[in-house]
Structure formats: structure tokens, C-alpha cells
């Protein structure tokens, strides 16, 4: 079936650095997810993206956190600076339809994040 | 209040058994669920969705859902030792125009040869 990509699956950073989360979506899907799991706690959403832009965010999406696609390479999550709290997996995910509540999200095996 | 809840948090059931899990969603908003599974190592996999009151088979997994109490269930019949994994429930918002899904914390599932 339809792979999702995440680059790297493990990153150690010490806190207040910058680190960037690779995500090589489904080749045909046009909307974009992160997703952050906290150990031992449910998979929550962060953001999704959609031609270029950001659709809806949570609250767990702070200002040091930030998303794109250049020119249809990787979609990236970046967190500048890092905190302590900010060690989890995340799942990047993407989809193909309208976006709607009906649309498959492709998940992607994730990047486990540790700040030290 | 978690918006998504599931039970039981492990199971273990033999091979050819019958699995089932279960899933309640506390908002009204939250009225299209998903089960997903996940293999160690990898990402959440969606199985199947289900809007409609009643059942929607799939093969050897059935969803049933039950609109008036928000609650889903999913069983597995003829279970292999392959569909031992973390299963996910997951809700949409209906009215989110962008879809945006709430995990539970998952069920377990051991199924033992």
C-alpha cells in the first residue's frame, strides 16, 4: 500500500537547539499531517497543511514549531528552539481527497525525538 | 476528559479466536471513527471506517456502531498471531473542514498460536 517516509527515526538534541523532521509524503497526496505521542499517552494532532499553508493547528503547535514543503520536496517540521517537553514521536501523515472527515490519513512509522 | 476512550488497554486472545475491542467518544462532534493498527516499528495503518449505525464488515473484522451511545466496537474473527498489535481508535470532527483525528490511547492485542 501507500508509504509514508520520516527521516530520521531517531534524533537525540540537546535543549534550546534546532531540529528539523523529514516527512516524504505519499507521492500523489496533496494534504499533510504531524501528529506528537507523547510515551505512554494517545497520539495527538498538531497540524495539517495543504497547498502551502497551514489549514488548522492545536495548541500543542507552539511558536517554535514550524511547517513546510518547498517546492514539493519533504514536508518538514522544525522546532527552534527545543525544550525538554518537546521529546516524543512524531508521526507525520498525508492524504490524498478532500481533506474531509472521510479522507484515509497514510501514517508514517515516526521520528522518536529526545531533548536533552 | 479524554475525548476517546478504549477498552480494555490488552487483550489476549488465542489463535482462531474471536477479539474485540471496544471504543466511546465523549462529543457529540466526534461521529466518524476509525480503527487503526499498528505493528511495532511501524506507523498506524487505518483498517476501517464507520459512520453509520450498525455494522460494516470487512473481511475477518467487523466495526458496530452504535450512534446514540457514540460507542464502536471492533471484532476480529478467526484471529491470526499477524494481527497481534496496538489498535487505535480514532475519531473525526464532522464539522472539520480539514480533517484532524483524536486517538484513544489504543487496545493490545495479543493473539497467541
Known amino acids: 500500500g501507500p508509504k509514508v517516509l520520516q527521516i530520521p527515526s531517531h534524533q537525540i538534541i540537546d535543549m534550546g537547539q534546532m531540529v528539523t523532521l523529514n516527512c516524504d509524503p505519499v507521492s500523489n497526496h496533496l494534504y499533510f499531517y504531524w501528529y506528537k505521542q507523547i510515551l505512554g499517552q494517545q497520539m495527538e494532532f498538531l497540524v495539517n497543511?495543504?497547498?502551502?499553508?497551514?489549514?488548522?493547528k492545536s495548541k500543542l503547535f507552539k511558536d517554535q514549531f514550524s511547517v513546510e514543503r518547498p517546492d514539493g520536496s519533504y514536508f518538514t517540521l522544525k522546532i527552534q528552539p527545543t525544550a525538554l517537553e518537546d521529546s516524543a514521536v512524531y508521526f507525520c501523515a498525508s492524504s490524498f481527497g478532500t481533506g474531509g472527515f472521510q479522507d484515509t490519513q497514510y501514517f508514517g512509522p515516526g521520528t522518536r525525538l529526545l531533548v536533552l | 476528559q479524554q475525548k476517546v476512550q478504549q477498552s480494555p488497554e490488552s487483550l489476549s486472545v488465542p489463535e482462531g479466536g474471536m477479539a474485540s475491542l471496544n471504543c466511546t467518544s465523549s462529543d457529540r462532534n466526534f461521529q466518524y471513527f476509525w480503527w487503526y493498527r499498528q505493528h511495532s516499528g511501524e506507523g498506524p495503518k487505518a483498517l476501517m471506517?464507520?459512520?453509520?449505525?450498525g455494522d460494516k464488515k470487512e473481511g475477518r473484522f467487523t466495526a458496530h456502531l452504535n450512534k446514540a451511545s457514540l460507542h464502536v466496537s471492533l471484532h476480529i474473527r478467526d484471529s491470526q498471531p499477524s494481527d497481534s498489535a496496538l489498535y487505535f481508535c480514532a475519531v473525526s470532527e464532522l464539522d472539520s473542514g480539514y480533517n484532524k483525528l483524536t486517538f484513544g490511547k489504543g487496545t493490545v492485542l495479543l493473539v497467541s498460536p
Open positions: 497543511f495543504y497547498n502551502g499553508k497551514v489549514m488548522e
Open positions: 471506517s464507520i459512520f453509520s449505525d
